[in-house]
């Protein structure tokens, strides 16, 4: 077993003899160190576990700061840019046509381009498309911004956090 996945977790729910260790294609099993005390060697965080915090990260940021803080800034976008009520709906029946079109290409994408790769474009895009909110001041841009911020919601949402957690824990 390699050092890389020796290192147990601090508040263990698991006595003490017990470790995490990956078996190839079975993703994380307990395993019974026998004669191995755990408590004197040095602890580390399982790398699993830092897989976790990055998909948090990636959800808040995909859903939360591309998706869900959208609502709460419309009727100030509306009365910036001059927008109607019907104008701010199709930002967001294009946002949401848009999450449908990146849910039917987001395992061609992990596909083609690796779940880290897919993932770290779609948040550059996100960045690109908050950019784009904050320098637009017409209708179709403001469609451009959401639409992209539709592909992120798929390409860097649910679908490669599932993918990401299924890899790592079974």
């Known amino acids: 077993q390699s050092q890389y996945f020796r290192s147990a977790i601090s508040a263990s729910p698991f006595p003490e003899n017990f470790s995490l260790t990956d078996r190839p294609n079975q993703g994380m099993v307990w395993r019974e160190e026998k004669g191995s005390d755990l408590m004197s060697s040095t602890r580390r965080v399982h790398y699993a576990w830092i897989i976790c915090l990055g998909g948090t990260l990636?959800?808040?940021?995909?859903?939360?700061?591309?998706?869900?803080?959208?609502?709460?800034?419309?009727?100030?976008?509306?009365?910036?840019?001059?927008?109607?009520n019907t104008q701010g709906a199709w930002i967001v029946t294009v946002r949401s046509f848009f999450i449908l079109v990146g849910m039917a290409t987001a395992n061609a994408l992990v596909d083609r381009l690796g779940l880290r790769?897919?993932?770290?474009?779609?948040?550059?895009?996100?960045?690109?498309?908050?950019?784009?909110?904050?320098?637009?001041?017409?209708?179709?841009?403001?469609?451009?911004?959401?639409?992209?911020?539709?592909?992120?919601?798929?390409?860097?949402?649910?679908?490669?956090?599932?993918?990401?957690?299924?890899?790592?824990?079974?």
């Open 58 to 84: 990636m959800l808040f940021t995909s859903l939360g700061l591309g998706t869900n803080v959208f609502s709460a800034f419309q009727p100030y976008l509306l009365e910036y840019a001059g927008l109607s």
């Open 117 to 170: 790769r897919a993932c770290t474009v779609s948040l550059l895009l996100l960045a690109a498309s908050s950019f784009l909110f904050g320098a637009a001041r017409q209708f179709p841009l403001y469609c451009l911004a959401s639409a992209i911020v539709g592909l992120v919601y798929s390409w860097a949402g649910m679908i490669p956090a599932s993918l990401l957690i299924s890899h790592w824990f079974q």
